[in-house]
């Protein structure tokens, strides 16, 4: 089998780049890597692409695995033809596969194994060949034997039919027709539970519901799914049994003019409803969940690759707050690098003695470490929090200093884990979510990447899909923004650099090691000294990472080490030092690319070098702009049909985006409030992340439901 032309073909992608990648991925080249720096191999492939690439080639080869497996086990039972070995080397899937399996796999003692082991099967035979003639009674009784459980006629023809019924619902053209039937014209068919008939639910649109199967969105299923789950719901598929049932006639050879096509008539109708029925749905809505859970999953991958890649507040100095109403605010003071200084606990909620005193305590706290900015946790209290700091400021004339409501999604995951009991062991969970709070301020990528990323909650149905499937999508997804906004080596905690293309966490506490006993890394070549990297891990990660201070200046850089001859050899072109051309967009302007193709450099190898060299290290986040909540809106009751707000997107989903306004209940402006234009998918239009303007359509205090528009004209 040639794997690239059928992975290419798939995709839809070039052979010679699939082929690449395939031969990459065999050399173990990790997907950032190959996506930035192997280009010319794959002609420009990014890594959606590649990783698109790796699952498709890895089911492939899944399914080549299974197929010898099934050769082999035909081939020792003897029954290998050469018609059946054509068939199963043509099986594109492996559902075809099992189809032309299953007539042969060991079975338990089914009523056809019975009708066989009473003789029957030559009766089986005359039913399925159809004869124009013949008698089924009068043929039948030469088949009663009450010794072998076959009293008369009747029974052996029952028999017959029951052979017949297996050998049809086992063939492979009628399962995949049934299995069509059921995926292309099937409806899901929903209905409450008969004792919760009545009763008020989150499932009462579903109550007396259906939609076909093709066309079924993944959060209506999972919903669905759910309710079953939970016992309010029962689902089934619909299909036109009278037509599915035409179809297994005509497969199955039913001549209508035959003196037998009654009985198998009645064999195929038996086939349907216990054979065939109960599997192909029990597989289309196995493959619905599938559908539903990758969709689901591509969802959250989306929201969190948006929120890993918010924009950064940067390296300076910042107070984390972790509300609290009744054990009091949480204030933790943390360096431009991140580094924990201290910590006060203030009450501003304790009478108006204790908030003149948390007053105080916060304005001496400030003082002391003279932050950039205070980070404000969005949890319980956060908004009266958030009131009481910006009070504060403006009472000490210190108004301009920024106070940011920072997402507390997963916060409380990272203060009880072993990374945070490690580096904080005498603190209290609390104060260590304050320290998260504020670092997750200055730089989200780095503080989120220590919090198992489903525990960050941006997604749909989260735990209702298949949990090793979002597990690795989302670590896909971490690695992925990591290696694109690049390390620094010398501040990056072991769990960022973790993510780092080619580091596995061994090596990552190997280098935070390292870092520890021998002070900060000046150079990239200093990671070869560490336990663990070779050439090869060297090679993948080298690029990712940074070194602010490091006297070679490609070293601040994403240039990858095997191109610094090349650079070297630039500037001297230009009759320049490195430094002077490092960081000159004016000299890299002037760089003719063309001089320097060859030797495994092409165009756009050149041009991801020129853009370093004009601007090193640069991040690729969009630069910090704070929120701006209305201070006179706080809690839900404050919200009123007709107000507009600005609000922060915090989670899109397949049917509208939730958006935070400052309440504490996140808001739902539903795809059809989205956009003045039709909206079929929301990521279209918004991202987790974006500040959006909306209009409050109504508020629910009972239900804390509030819906949005995001819509201009009304």
Known sequence: MDLPLVVAAELGLARAGVAAVCALLDEGATVPF?????????????????????????????????RQTVLAALGEKGVLTAELRGRIARAASKAELEDLYLPYRPKRRTRAAIARERGL?????????????????????????????????????????????????????????????????GELVVEVQPDKAGQTSKFEQYYDFREPVRTIPSHRFLAIRRGESGEFLRARIDVDVERTVAGMSRLAGLDPRSPFAGQLDLAI???????????????????????????????????????????????????????GLRTGCKCAAVDSTGRFLGHVTIYPSHGDAGRERARRELLDFLRRHAPAAIAVGNGTGGREAEA????????????????????????????????????FPDLDVTVRGAISIARRLQDPLAELVKIEPKAIGVGQYQHDVHQPLLVRKLAEVVESCVNRVGVALNTASAALLSYVAGISPKVARAIVERREKRGPFRARAELLGVAGIGPRTFQQCAGFLRIADAAHPLDRSAVHPERYDLVERIAGDFGVTLGALVGDPMLVQRIDTRRYLGDGVGEPTLADIAAELAKPGRDPRAAFEPPRFRDDVRELADLAAGMVLEGVVTNVTAFGAFVDVGVHQDGLVHVSQLSDRFVRDPAEVVKVGDRLSVRVLDVDLARRRISLSARKRQ
Not at 59 to 66: G, K, P, T, V
Not at 138 to 156: I, M, R
Not at 314 to 321: D, N, R, S, T
């Open 121 to 185: 099967g030559p009766l089986a035979e005359r039913l399925l060949a159809q004869p124009r003639r013949g008698d089924p009674l009068g043929e039948a009784s030469a088949f009663v034997d009450a010794g072998k459980g076959v009293p008369g006629s009747e029974e052996a023809l029952a028999g017959a039919r029951d052979i017949a019924a297996e050998v049809i619902a086992e063939r492979a053209d009628v399962r995949a027709a049934v299995r069509a039937g059921f995926r292309d014209q």
């Open 34 to 66: 190959i996506a930035r720096y192997r280009k010319e191999r794959t002609g420009g492939l990014d890594d959606v692409a590649i990783r698109a690439i790796e699952e498709r080639r890895a089911y492939i080869a899944e399914l080549e695995e299974r």
């Open 388 to 423: 009481f700091v910006r009070e504060s400021l403006r009472g000490a004339g210190i108004a301009d200093l920024i106070v940011v409501s920072v997402s507390e999604a997963g916060a409380s995951v990272y203060s009880a884990s072993e990374a945070a009991q490690g580096e």
């Open 269 to 323: 109708r038996d086939g349907y409803k216990r054979l065939v029925a109960p599997s192909i749905e029990n597989e289309v809505r196995a493959e619905l969940k599938e559908r539903s859970d990758r969709a689901a999953v591509d969802v959250f991958a989306e929201n969190l690759r948006h929120l890993l890649l918010a924009a950064p507040l940067g390296q300076k100095a910042v107070i984390g707050v972790d509300p």
